[in-house]
């Protein structure tokens, strides 16, 4: 399945910019960022679960926030970009 994961975390302290670096290292272990808190990600239900965890044992739900968008079996359909960062295929080879 499609999955957009997006986050917002609170950097005010030391300990909230350490989180921010651990959720995206999180996130690029399952996807491609495509914005400086945006990934998109191409995953089976299970890694779906334990990316979930991963991310939750993370962040400080007090402070933070994860938003997690299942785009569907159709998804090049839904998506388009403007500006500078084009869109890739996230079927594809992955640019490192």
């Known amino acids: 399945m499609y999955v957009l994961i997006t986050y917002d975390v609170n950097t005010e302290d ?21 914005q400086n808190s945006v990934f998109e990600c191409l995953l089976d239900p299970a890694q779906l679960k334990i990316l979930e ?15 997690f968008y299942h785009m569907g079996n159709n998804y090049k359909e839904k998506i388009w970009s403007l500006g500078v960062k084009t869109s890739f295929d996230i079927e594809g080879f992955l640019n490192v």
Do not use: H
């Open 53 to 67: 965890k991963k991310l939750s044992d993370i962040i400080e739900p007090k402070k933070d926030s994860i938003r």
């Open 14 to 34: 030391k300990a909230g910019r350490t989180r921010l670096r651990k959720v995206a290292k999180e996130c690029v272990n399952y996807g491609q960022r495509v």
